[in-house]
């Protein structure tokens, strides 16, 4: 297994991954996604097995502590500077999932933002995975401004 930073030549792996992941109306597109690694490519983080991509986590820095709409299609809104780490995006491929992978692209992204001197790390989610979030110390803090997707999204964050 190897983890390493995405770059302009796995755009095409990285959307289709998106979706087989994600219904439409919360896809990224490929356009945003061409955009995420022209500004953020360190922040964009993929895993392989044997040479295999079968993941990905990624997400600009802010200082925002809740990620707002705004963030997912601007992505020059990124700030390297900024305290917070976000995840716009944690996909596994349906045929790597219930083994770990998911978990181990979270861990890898709190190992990278500790290192990086970050204040925490933050995200959205659906109500159903509050639960997994919280088995890596990540606090709901209740419903988001977001409405990305047309959907109902919980602000969660992991302060260090």
């Known amino acids: 297994m190897n983890f390493r930073n995405a770059s ?3 755009l095409e792996s990285i959307y289709q991954i998106e979706s087989i992941c994600f219904p439409p109306n919360e ?11 022209q500004v953020f490519p360190q922040h964009f983080w993929l895993l392989e ?6 993941g990905y986590i990624n997400g600009m820095v ?22 917070c780490q976000s995840v716009f995006g944690i996909a596994v491929l349906p045929e790597y999932r219930n083994n770990g992978y998911g978990g ?3 861990n ?7 290192e990086q001197n970050r204040a925490g ?14 088995k890596f ?24």
Do not use: P
Not at 27 to 37: E, N
Not at 121 to 134: D, F, N, R
Not at 149 to 160: T, Y
């Open 104 to 106: 181990k692209l979270i």
């Open 8 to 10: 302009i030549d796995d």
């Open 121 to 134: 790390i933050t995200l959205t989610c659906k109500e159903y995975l509050i639960s997994y979030y919280e």
């Open 49 to 54: 097995d044997n040479e295999q991509l079968i």
């Open 27 to 37: 896809a990224a597109s490929l356009d945003s996604f061409s955009k995420r690694l």
């Open 108 to 114: 890898f992204l709190i190992e990278k933002a500790k």
């Open 62 to 83: 802010t200082n925002n502590q809740t990620i707002v709409d705004e963030m997912f299609a601007q992505a020059e809104l990124h700030n390297d500077n900024g305290a």
């Open 137 to 160: 110390g990540f606090a709901d803090l209740g419903i988001s401004q977001s409405v990305h997707g047309g959907e109902v999204w919980h602000d969660m964050i992991l302060k260090f």
